[in-house]
């Protein structure tokens, strides 16, 4: 199928571009290209073309959870409201919270995501028929857990055209017990897989871990091999500067998921953003669950990891608009292993989104990288083009049917928490 959009505006050239795609890949960005034979024209006249945003770290299935328990610390959230719940959930309920998710994602201009939850095939159903990118791995908390990782790699990896990836998921160094995550650690070689876990969390976490092993949990990941494979580290708050040293030897393994809306709500603290980058790490961002968030939209993220990072420091340079929107996209496919994506130039996959500029909000056009970091709040996103199938077209919906995914998944939550 061939797709070309017309009279598009691109985030650091001045003028109008037309970008033909072809076969899942953009073949060409230019001035008055003409449509193939039989191709479909989207008409993009005051719209921004960008790259997809990639929502580095995850937990889909949890809109069924949006709201059910908030303003409260992290450990007690965990223990005594979300895993009491989540011990009912089905197969059946993690695809609907799925979908409502991937239908949020679509809406706010994710087009690909990092899962980490359960019920694998549930959460593979409900990548592949949204449409979107996704990589995907199922939680390890205990050995039995460690004995479907290799169907779910048989299965899954690479599937849907390569748009599904797997990884390996050990939750924490705090729920697993040491011989399973040795073991995600020899899986994760074998395979050549990312694993993808929380490290670093809160001050409770490395409390517990210095009293267990008289490391820091950086220390203890370390020691455990974890940076030797290549890791999706999600958090990576309590990181000191010894931990850094620790952490420097292996900078090309170990990719870092920025989440300032969850840290910020549960009071995890601050992740060194600024000392990460300087560092030469490579920096994502990603939302954490809907229910610790609770919102998966990205252009809220990517403003407030900015606003952040720069309170942080005390200098108003630091994270710029264009770094971060670059965490949004580039770097967070490097951290999902997104072959070719994160970029809008030809050669590259076919994940575009379109911003709608008739906007009060986004009007003057000064800077487009600020409009898109500062002002817009991704209620803007037109269009939707992923691996070159048109996902939303003029704000509706092409693929997903909207009315029954929140009536399903709002049937699914109740009977979740009833």
């Known amino acids: 199928m061939s797709i070309i959009i017309k009279q598009s505006q691109l985030v650091n050239i001045e003028g109008s571009f037309d970008i ?22 989207i008409k993009a006249r005051d719209c921004l073309a960008l790259p997809g945003l990639i929502n580095a770290h995850t937990h889909c299935a ?24 989540e011990s009912k959930l089905t197969a059946n309920s993690i695809y609907w919270g799925s979908l409502l998710a991937c239908l949020e994602m679509i809406r706010s201009g994710t ?51 390569n748009r599904i990836q797997i990884m390996l998921a050990p939750h924490s160094l705090y729920a697993c017990e040491e011989q399973v995550l040795r073991q995600a650690v020899k899986i994760a070689e074998k395979t050549d897989l990312h694993i993808h876990m929380h490290l670093a969390e809160t ?16 220390g203890y990941a370390e020691s455990l091999g974890f940076f030797q494979t290549s890791l999706l580290a999600a958090h990576m708050v309590q990181v000191s500067p010894e931990d850094i040293t620790t952490m420097r030897p292996f900078q090309n393994q170990i990719n870092i998921a920025f989440n300032p809306h969850s840290n910020m709500k549960l009071v995890s603290g601050m992740a060194p953003i600024n000392s990460f980058y300087q560092e030469g790490f490579n920096v994502a961002i990603g939302t954490d669950g809907p229910s610790s968030n609770n919102s998966l939209n990205m252009f809220s993220e990517m403003k407030t990891a900015s606003l952040l990072a720069k309170m942080q420091c005390g200098d108003a340079t630091a994270l710029s608009a264009d770094l971060a929107l670059q965490m949004a996209t580039a770097n967070g496919a490097k951290a999902c292993r997104f072959e070719g994506v994160g970029y809008l130039k030809e050669g590259a996959k076919a994940d575009i989104i379109l911003l709608d500029l008739n906007n009060p909000s986004l009007q003057p056009v000064h800077n487009k990288s600020s409009l898109v970091v500062y002002s817009s709040a991704g ?3 037109k269009t939707m083009v992923v691996d070159g199938q048109i996902l939303m077209q003029d704000y509706q919906m092409t693929i997903l049917d909207e009315e029954k995914i929140i009536f399903e998944a709002v049937r699914a939550a109740k009977a979740l928490t009833a």
């Open 20 to 41: 033909l795609i072809e076969n899942s890949y953009i073949k060409k960005i230019g001035t008055n290209l003409d449509a193939p034979r039989g191709a479909k024209v």
């Open 62 to 85: 949890m809109t069924l959870l949006r709201g059910y328990a908030d303003d409260m610390p992290l450990m007690p959230w965990l223990h005594g409201k979300i895993w009491p719940a």
């Open 111 to 161: 087009t690909g995501y990092a899962d980490m939850y359960m019920r694998i095939d549930s959460m593979v159903k409900a990548a592949a028929e949204s449409g979107l990118r996704a990589s995907l791995g199922e939680v390890i908390f205990k050995s039995e857990d460690l004995l479907r990782q290799e169907s779910a790699i048989a299965n899954w990896q690479g599937s849907y055209d």
């Open 203 to 218: 001050l409770a976490e490395t409390k517990t871990i210095w009293e267990q092993q008289g490391k820091s949990p950086i």
């Open 379 to 381: 209620s803007n996103v």
